[in-house]
């Protein structure tokens, strides 16, 4: 199944709330600068992990998706991304719903629980996100099809 890649500033995507930061107010004295991110996220739980994701520069074709009973929350923050996002819906991947899109740096993601995604990959070398999440497994799916991003 071919899905045409298409810029996050162009799409909307159920599920899924989207921030570019570029345009975020930074407080700044002497010695720091603060930026807040205007994407908040709510946690089912208190028990919350953080780490960067790093990816490389791949194919965008993607057989098989991840879903948490628990939202994540991303912040792009070096490299362009092209990642999957595809709704369940009575618990099997909806094929139709399929989305590749592209993320560039200074964007914040929350993706929400439920949500069917798989990890992006570098449009060129490489891509960095912090990701924020709860405590939490990654169950996944295999799609009835591969989708290939064009």
């Known amino acids: 199944m071919k899905v045409k890649i298409q810029d996050l500033k162009d799409v909307t995507i159920k599920g899924v709330n989207v921030a570019f930061t570029d345009t975020c107010e930074a407080y700044k004295e002497d010695f720091f600068e603060w930026t807040a991110f205007p994407v908040v996220t709510q946690f089912k739980t208190d028990k919350i992990m953080s780490g960067v994701l790093q990816g490389w520069h791949h194919t965008p074709n993607f057989s098989v ?23 369940i819906v009575d618990g099997k991947p909806a094929m139709d719903t399929a989305q590749i899109v592209r ?5 914040q993601l929350d993706i929400a629980a439920g949500k069917g995604h798989f990890v992006a990959v570098a449009e060129g070398c490489t891509f960095k996100a912090v990701v924020v999440s709860p ?13 290939y991003g064009e």
């Not at 939490?136 to 009835?144: F, G, K, N, V």
């Open 65 to 87: 998706i991840e879903y948490h009973v628990d939202a994540e929350q991303f912040y792009f923050f070096e490299g362009t991304a092209l990642m999957l996002f595809i709704d």
């Open 103 to 107: 993320i560039p740096a200074g964007t």
């Open 135 to 147: 405590v939490q497994e990654a169950p996944r799916m295999d799609l009835a099809e591969t989708v």
